[in-house]
């Protein structure tokens, strides 16, 4: 962010690239897609498991409108496993 609003993805991308930045993995850009079809690719960057949830970015008009999160319901993370010991 350059100012108070968000940029839109292709320019941030351009950007980030130029400076050898590794960037999110966009797993689908246009139209509609399901949570299903989202999570079921596994993890990017050298992750073995599975998506634990997706952030969508949704732009029109060159304007970012607005950000969601999902996150999976039976998802484990190995800092769970020092909360309980």
């Not at 998506?51 to 969508?56: E, L």
């Given at each position: 962010m350059r100012s108070e609003e968000r940029e839109v993805w292709?320019?941030?991308?351009i950007?980030?690239?130029s400076l050898e930045i590794l960037t999110p993995r966009?797993?689908?850009s246009g139209g509609?897609?399901?949570i299903t079809e989202v999570i079921?690719?596994?993890g990017w960057h050298g992750a073995q498991d599975p998506?634990?949830?997706?952030?969508?970015r949704v732009e029109r008009?060159?304007?970012v409108n607005f950000l969601a999160k999902y996150v999976r319901k039976n998802r484990f993370f190995?800092?769970?496993?020092?909360v309980k010991a």
């Open positions: 292709d320019e941030v991308y950007r980030y690239v966009v797993i689908h509609t897609i399901g079921a690719a596994h998506v634990v949830g997706a952030v969508w008009k060159s304007t190995q800092a769970d496993l020092l």
